[in-house]
């Protein structure tokens, strides 16, 4: 195995190569992505010296590119996110619903990213919303979470929006809790049926008003007999909606919402040895139970699968709904915990964020790591003058 092998290791290596060979189906999007990875925490993005005051030991640490698609970046994106979520956590059960694009769904998804990619999140959100509002199932105002991942532990597209939902909310006259039966959420079936029926719905609009662009295998969908005919086909499928068990305690909840919420295409503990220009990695079958198996793609496939997930400038992977929405999430979390007689939580610190991604990473941001005294600044590493034009060349 080699050690600390990296995804940025392999676009150093291969990334020139594949973009000569794909220089006409390479975005913007990817090519920034490919360079900030390749840059990530190298002299080339400058950094600072800091030493320890108690032993002496003299750290160079470099800049993280901050890039989202990174695997070298989301530790303390995800620390400081899940610090927040903290706060915000209700002294109930969590449930765990999955909602799955098929494959005739999700190419579509590919071609048209932000489009979709929303549609599949309101789809989602709206389906949860509008059966756990019915009086026949729970008859309630609920919250969701919703991450979103575009991957297979293979790194094949696969589209799909992970829902975290306390187990219960707000009845309509917003005067009591309405907690779900134990172990029970809402059911599957009727999530499906309806996610499938509202997506198609929002995808018709999206057609209708122009909004969806078709190439290569696809463009035969640009025709409204054609589309229609798709969505015929997808009407026939079953849709895959999946309930897991529920979780009880919020530190169970923060440490499974931490899986998801940050997650990139692949981390780079999964990869296993770049040689002779194949790069292999560990994956789990879920086809074979989760069985866990190796691939060995040439590098080239390997970046390209990675790419297929890059997401659209400006789009929101993580987004609430419900009395978790943004707009008025504050004050609703506040009325909940008055109905369940809950305690308010301390609002999180700066000290909150570095021990969270400490319990995350198993480091320390501000800790000698030889002895554990304390690290002081001695001053900024700049990063070379060429660097700084190319990055607001690649940026502009």
Partial sequence: MAPGLEVAEIFRRHGEAYRRAYAGHLGLTERRVMSA???????????????????????????????????????????????????????????????????????????????VYAILFRAAAETLCTIAANPRHL?????????????????????????????????????????????????????????????????????????????????????????????????????VVYAKPPFGHPDQVLAYLGRYTHRVAIANSRLVSLEQGQVSFRWRDYRRHGKAKMMTLAASEFIRRFLLHTLPDGFHRIRHYGFLANGHRRAKLVHCRQLLAAPTPESPTPADYRERYRQLTGRSLDLCPCCGGTMVLLGPLPRPARQRLLSWFDSS
């Fill in 37 to 115: 990875i390749e840059l990530c925490r190298t002299a080339a993005l400058g950094g600072h010296v800091e030493h320890c005051a108690d032993c002496g030991l003299v750290r160079i640490a470099y800049n993280s590119c901050r890039n989202r698609h990174c695997p070298k970046c989301q530790g303390l994106a995800r620390a400081a996110w899940l610090a927040e979520r903290q706060a915000e956590l209700l002294p109930v059960p969590y449930f765990h619903v999955v909602f799955t694009l098929p494959a005739a769904a999700a190419e579509i998804a590919f071609q048209n990213k932000a489009t």
């Fill in 139 to 239: 008859g309630a105002e609920i919250g969701v979470v919703a991450v979103l991942h575009t991957w297979g532990q293979n790194l094949q597209h696969h589209p799909h929006v992970h829902c975290v939902v306390p187990a219960g909310g707000l009845s309509p006259d917003g005067t009591r809790w309405v907690a779900c039966r134990p172990g029970f959420f809402l059911p599957v079936r009727v999530l499906s049926r309806f996610f499938r029926r509202l997506f198609l719905e929002k995808l018709r609009t999206a057609f209708d008003a122009g909004d969806l662009g078709f190439y290569g295998d696809l463009a035969g969908l640009a025709d409204q007999a054609g589309f229609e005919r798709r969505l015929d086909e997808l009407r026939q499928l079953e849709w």
